[in-house]
């Protein structure tokens, strides 16, 4: 069943890309192949290897629960945050929660993930600022 | 003689205080990067390569440095292996058959000097190969045109697809997913954009560190987090370190085959290391008369595929210096960071860059010896990194690769685009879909594409002007055999599986 939605989406998206590839600008100086042929080469590749996959699919993975899920795109969600964070709020107060996090996700102990977090993110701060020389930004500015 | 002589040029471009520094670095960081469990040679390099990017090092100590984590990430993969049955990395698994076997019965010292050997056999050897077969590969590399190139690509993805995974519809479907990635973005021969659905910052396409990084070492965290990191590693004993020498003197046979074999299957597109070690280890098995005590601690089984993987490795680096097609998961990282340093392998890199070629495998050859002798009287060192726990040490590398990314680019929307790689690298990893394609996709695209048309223009839109020469014809043929013969040969060639204990 999931190679088969597996499968399936391929070729959803492969036909999106080719798509996505007609609409090409197509300039007045072009060569034999020109700008579309590779990509309507790959989605039609992609095509067909999606059609096998979805004749003879593998056995069924065995997927994790819905709890791992759950905490997986909590992971996600921590890093997408992380990602926006960088900039703003400096490297170690977003590297300190965003590595507790993930600590936590992975072995859920509460003052052990805190420690983590702080430690990691002052020892890295350190390293790449003072041993690799790096141009990070401790605090935003104005906070000290 | 004139490779002597180059090879003295290389050693004084490598025996610089600076770069022989970078080298021994780059051996311990790599030892390190191999001994931890969910970290190896790929996502270790992987990792690094936006730091050593940022660090402004020139191409030549950039590329000493990064080989050193290279050849030290797969000596320190077998650490794990022997002492928690737990491979470092992926081409470390045959070696948990016997090595850890070999723990269990207290000889965890003895399996640890016997695989440090093996791999500096394996590793030196290899080198010396690479120092023979590369410039000749690249002479004959000279004679490819467009249409030889576009072959070899298509031979690179097949093998890969064919001989490396499973079920060669989901590497082909892998494949296409990087091609598809790296069409993204300005075309190269009308600068006009495709496939940015009018999103600015993917108008210079999409970096291959941001995939390699996000597919690599994001995903590990997400299956850490699936599996709760069991298989931590607590707790390990060692006893005292003496040298077996009865064990590898009666090995010295198996070591040179074991190189010999991992040497080709390294050279191979698309086999690359894992493959080398468990062919040497197949072939060792059957090759001696009384195998009965393999799988359970024979000393031969650890000498073959340390030896084996190692010398793959080595192997590996030839077609990818030579011809720009990286052989496997690993070479295809290292290719990324040669691009990345603006070196374009390939043929003329031998006569361009001398400095560069021959400063590499100068440093590769002292490399080795830094690393027996790390591995060998200081390997308890290494032993002690086993205990650093998952929950500590996999968020440090989700910090490290966000902290790469970000200096290179300083663009939040990489960021995000890595976390998307992540999950999808997990997802993908689920469904037994392979990655190393996609990376290879991604590396390779745009040159495949441009070798295409060229050769189009060239012949101005014959398309049996692929199939025009003999090298041409010879490729395409090695392609299509090596994507179809394994679906009949599935009984015979496996890739190694994980094993469960």
Known sequence: MSDRLFGLVVIIVAAGYIFAASLTEVSFLSDPVGSKTFPYLIGGVAILAALAVMLRPDAEPDWPSAGTFARIALAVAVLVAYAYMLRPFGFIIPTALAAGMLSYQIRPRAIAAMLTGVGLSVGLFAIFKFALGLGLVAFPKGWF | ?501
């Not at chain 2, 400063?359 to 308890?380: D, F």
């Not at chain 2, 200096?407 to 790689?421: E, Y």
């Not at chain 2, 037994?432 to 990376?439: E, G, Q, R």
């Not at chain 2, 043929?477 to 090596?482: D, E, N, S």
């Open chain 2, 1 to 501: 003689m004139e490779t002597l002589s180059l090879l003295a040029d290389g050693f004084s471009v490598a025996l610089t205080p600076s770069n022989l520094f970078l080298a021994v670095v780059g051996c311990i960081l790599g030892t390190v990067i191999g001994a931890l469990p969910g970290l190896g040679p790929s996502n270790g390099v992987a990792i690094l390569i936006p730091l050593a990017f940022s660090l402004g090092l020139d191409a030549t100590a950039a590329l000493v440095l990064m080989t050193a984590v290279y050849y030290g990430a797969m000596y320190g993969g077998r650490i794990s292996s022997i002492l928690l049955n737990i491979p470092g990395d992926e081409p470390a698994l045959m070696t948990t058959l016997d090595g850890y076997p070999m723990a269990k019965a207290g000889r965890a010292s003895d399996a640890l000097v016997l695989s440090g050997v093996a791999s500096f056999v394996g590793a030196f050897l290899a080198t010396i190969g690479l120092i023979l077969l590369a410039p000749m590969l690249a002479r004959i590399a000279f004679l490819f045109g467009p249409a030889e190139y576009f072959a070899l690509y298509l031979l690179a993805f097949s093998t890969l697809g064919g001989i490396a995974s499973n079920n060669q519809a989901k590497a082909a479907i892998a494949a296409c997913i990087g091609l598809g990635i790296s069409m993204i973005g300005l075309d190269n021969n009308t600068g006009i954009a495709r496939l940015t659905m009018g999103e600015l910052h993917l108008m210079d396409g999409v970096d291959f560190l941001v995939a390699i990084v996000g597919l690599f070492a994001v995903t590990e965290v997400f299956v850490f987090i699936e599996s709760h990191g069991k298989n931590s590693a607590l707790g390990v004993k060692l006893g005292k370190i003496t040298i077996p020498v009865k064990d590898i003197l009666r090995c010295k046979w198996t070591m040179l085959r074991s190189t010999f074999i991992g040497f080709i299957a390294g050279v191979l597109p698309g086999a690359g290391a894992s493959l080398g070690s468990f062919m040497a280890y197949s072939a060792e098995k059957s090759l001696v008369r009384d195998n009965s005590q393999f799988g359970k601690g024979d000393v031969r089984g650890v000498a073959a595929p340390e030896a084996g993987n190692n010398a793959a490795a080595g192997g590996a680096l030839v077609p990818m210096l030579t011809l720009g097609v990286p052989g496997s998961g690993t070479t295809a990282v290292l290719l990324a960071l040669l691009m990345t340093l603006n070196i374009t392998p390939g043929p003329t890199l031998f006569t361009d860059r001398p400095d560069v070629v021959w400063g590499l495998i100068a440093s590769l050859l002292i490399a080795n010896v830094v690393l027996l002798l790390l591995n060998v009287p200081m390997v308890r060192l290494f032993v002690h990194i086993l205990s650093v726990p998952p929950w500590v040490l996999l968020p440090g590398v989700t910090m490290i690769s966000f902290v790469g990314i970000f200096s290179l680019s300083g663009s939040t929307f990489d960021l995000l685009l890595m976390i998307g790689f992540g999950a999808m690298g997990f997802f993908l990893r689920k469904l037994d879909v392979p990655t190393v394609p996609i990376i290879l996709g991604i590396l390779l695209g745009n040159n495949m594409e441009d070798s295409l048309r060229r050769a189009m223009v060239i012949s101005g839109g014959e398309w049996t002007y692929l199939f025009s020469s003999g090298i041409a014809i010879g490729l395409w043929v090695a392609a299509v055999l090596g994507f179809v013969a394994p679906m009949f040969l599935r009984g015979k060639i496996r890739k190694p599986q994980a094993i469960t204990d």
